[in-house]
């Protein structure tokens, strides 16, 4: 009986060997997610230009949207002036969103994000919420061109909070500050953050930064960076090494935002001359990490063109800017992306978009055939994944439970 079973234990050992070796996380593919937009996800507001926001949901199901807001009448370079986090709740992730109050409003130039907030992404860390967020100070005046007192000031910073809907706690200093040589790819300014937990517990957080090498006073080049620490309000390591670059491409992207899915570390960045999905044109890609720190294009890097198709009629509206990508996650899955949208290039107004997202690999799918949305990374040659190669149940939390989690590829724990 032994000498017969050990032929089928070989087998076994040799396909959970050959599963631990080739199973890789599921390839997101955007456009077999991205549905049209009902009216309701469409946040204006005709006294306000309203520029990108950032949603979580509390525990009584309150939908609270996080955004930058300032006066119409400033014109649209007056964000660099004027803007204010705003507060907006809905019953339902898409909307429609009603605006409460001012999260984080002006508190004098004698703070070093005194003037103005903007830019907001807001995160659940252990039972607290943390909203990180671009502030500055300066002479407040809101000039035709954009104002370099204003935006060379720019700073990160983070307020905590118990509820989303405030108050909440800011601090006399930015938790992301200009480095002190003046030779370092942020000695000017650091704006526009997103933050990710990884598995091993370290927080990743990804800035927007500008040197000082370029022509005054906005010097330059524009970078992206990652700094990491094991607390969601620092201090922060910064690992200076410029991020989502191509070659001979000055300013690539811009906006990313970042999440880890429970096995890999993933960017949504705006994609300038679609250099990255080979668009050609702005638009909206994808990237993938093992740890938070060096990211490559996603095999499908396509996220979002500057157009939505509207459920209501069937129509499809070019915008000369849509951008700002926000993500709201159930439970892991990517379930709405928030978007700042500007239809003309005169800028006279702008405002928020909520594009719904929708898995549809929970249909039947016929042998042969992937579900769209997540693929699988493997198939037993039959058109079916091997059962080993299946994903994984989750615990409810969005991870898989630990004896089905995939086997680790890196010691960090982003898979």
């Not at 040589?181 to 800035?207: C, Q």
């Amino acid at each position: 009986m032994i000498c017969m079973l050990r032929p089928v234990a070989y087998i076994l050992i040799a396909f959970v060997l050959s599963d631990q070796v080739s199973a890789e996380p599921p390839s997101l593919d955007f456009k077999a997610l991205v549905q049209p937009v009902p009216a309701s996800a469409k946040f204006v507001d005709p006294d306000y230009y309203i520029w990108g926001g950032s949603m979580a949901r509390d525990a009584d199901g309150t939908c609270h949207l996080l955004y930058s807001r300032w006066p119409r009448e400033l014109g649209h370079n007056a964000w660099v002036t004027h803007s204010e986090i705003a507060h907006a709740v809905a019953d339902d992730p898409l909307g429609p969103y009603t605006h409460v109050d001012v999260a984080l409003p002006p508190r004098g130039p004698q703070y070093w994000d005194g003037m103005c907030t903007h830019n907001p992404t807001v995160h659940e860390f252990e039972g607290k919420y943390y909203l990180y967020y671009m502030g500055n100070f300066g002479d407040g005046n809101a000039t035709a061109k954009l104002n370099p007192i204003h935006r060379n000031h720019q700073r990160i910073g983070v307020a905590v909070a118990d509820k989303l809907s405030g108050p909440w706690k800011r601090f006399s200093q930015p938790v992301i500050d200009i480095s002190e040589s003046s030779d370092a790819p942020d000695a000017l300014m650091t704006s526009n953050p997103s933050i990710l937990r990884r598995a091993d517990g370290m927080y990743v957080l990804i800035y927007k930064a500008v040197g000082k090498n370029g022509r005054m006073p906005f010097g330059g080049p524009v970078v992206h960076l990652a700094a990491t620490s094991d607390s969601p309000t620092g201090p922060f390591t910064k690992h200076l090494k410029p991020l989502f670059t191509a070659p001979g491409v000055k300013f690539p992207a811009e906006d990313p935002y970042v999440w880890f899915d429970g096995q890999q570390c993933l960017a949504i960045v705006n994609d300038h001359k679609g250099h990255f999905n080979k668009t050609g044109e702005d638009s909206l890609a994808l990237f993938t990490s093992t740890d938070g720190l060096d990211w490559s294009v996603a095999p499908n890097p396509w996220v979002l063109q500057r157009k939505v198709t509207w459920a209501d009629d069937g129509s499809e509206q070019s915008f000369h800017r849509l951008e700002r990508p926000q993500l709201w996650l159930e439970n892991g899955v990517p379930k709405v992306l928030f978007c700042a949208a500007e239809e003309t290039k005169e800028k006279t107004h702008s405002y928020n978009v909520h594009i719904p997202l929708q898995m549809l690999a929970k249909r039947s799918v016929p042998p042969g055939e992937s579900p769209e949305g997540l693929r699988p990374a493997a198939t037993d040659g039959a058109g079916e994944s091997p059962e080993g190669l299946r994903p994984a149940a989750t615990d409810g939390a969005g991870a898989p439970p630990e004896g089905l989690r995939p086997a680790a590829t890196s010691s960090i724990g982003c898979r």
